[in-house]
T-cell receptor, first 120, second 115 residues
Framework: AQTVTQSQPEMSVQEAETVTLSCTYDTSESNYYLFWYKQPPSRQMILVIRQEAYKQQNATENRFSVNFQKAAKSFSLKISDSQLGDTAMYFC?????????????????FGKGTHLIIQP | DTGVSQDPRHKITKRGQNVTFRCDPISEHNRLYWYRQTLGQGPEFLTYFQNEAQLEKSRLLSDRFSAERPKGSFSTLEIQRTEQGDSAMYLCASSPTWGGGYEQYFGPGTRLTVT
């Protein structure tokens, strides 16, 4: 079984600053995906960014980027130029890659989340 | 549109009663997942369907829980003889099989309160 650990229960930064959320995971799988999901207050969970474990290049989506260190089993999220709308719970998640079913056919394992507050 | 929808959004029930939740996935998605999220925690995987077949169930899914997806479209999650420990947000997600099928789209959830 895999585990996902987010060691920062809450973080607070000023608008326009850069913030990094940490995530570590433990698995014996060699093929897997990692994700960061955002859950705004009273709103549904949405995908922020994903990383395929076989790719060495770190994923980037606009102001969001990751630092994926496979050997260290670390997957941090960097948010640049933070905005008030970034205030939310952020969850790191792991999913095995199921080759025989075409990939991606598995439940997500989530960390406990980091509550990010962007101050004006 | 159409994103994942869930009904009801909120449910209050007395201990011992049965409850049923519904999830309508994105129409072309043939994979459907159920998760449970308690306060201050990340979602925990409960079960997964590919079309109408239930392919995986978590140990969290006790005998009081049953999920169905009879025609490979919408899904229901039933909890029998509810207990206070069942109070949680129940999330549904769907994903396609193309493009790796790894991106799960979540619904707004059903918040269950057992009194």
């Amino acid at each position: 079984a895999q585990t996902v650990t987010q060691s920062q229960p809450e973080m607070s930064v000023q608008e326009a600053e850069t913030v990094t959320l940490s995530c570590t995971y433990d698995t014996s799988e060699s093929n897997y995906y990692l994700f960061w999901y955002k859950q705004p207050p009273s709103r549904q969970m949405i995908l922020v960014i994903r990383q395929e474990a076989y790719k060495q290049q770190n994923a980037t989506e606009n102001r969001f980027s990751v630092n994926f260190q496979k050997a260290a089993k670390s997957f941090s999220l960097k948010i640049s130029d933070s905005q008030l709308g970034d205030t939310a719970m952020y969850f790191c998640a792991f999913m095995k890659h199921e080759v025989y079913s075409g990939g991606g056919a598995d439940g997500l394992t989530f960390g406990k989340g980091t509550h990010l507050i962007i101050q004006p | 549109d159409t994103g994942v929808s869930q009904d009801p959004r909120h449910k209050i029930t007395k201990r011992g009663q049965n409850v049923t939740f519904r999830c309508d996935p994105i129409s072309e998605h043939n994979r459907l997942y159920w998760y449970r999220q308690t306060l201050g925690q990340g979602p925990e995987f409960l079960t997964y369907f590919q079309n109408e077949a239930q392919l995986e169930k978590s140990r969290l899914l006790s005998d009081r829980f049953s999920a169905e997806r009879p025609k490979g479209s919408f899904s229901t999650l039933e909890i029998q003889r509810t207990e206070q420990g069942d109070s949680a947000m129940y999330l549904c997600a769907s994903s396609p099989t193309w493009g790796g099928g790894y991106e799960q789209y979540f619904g707004p959830g059903t918040r269950l309160t057992v009194t």
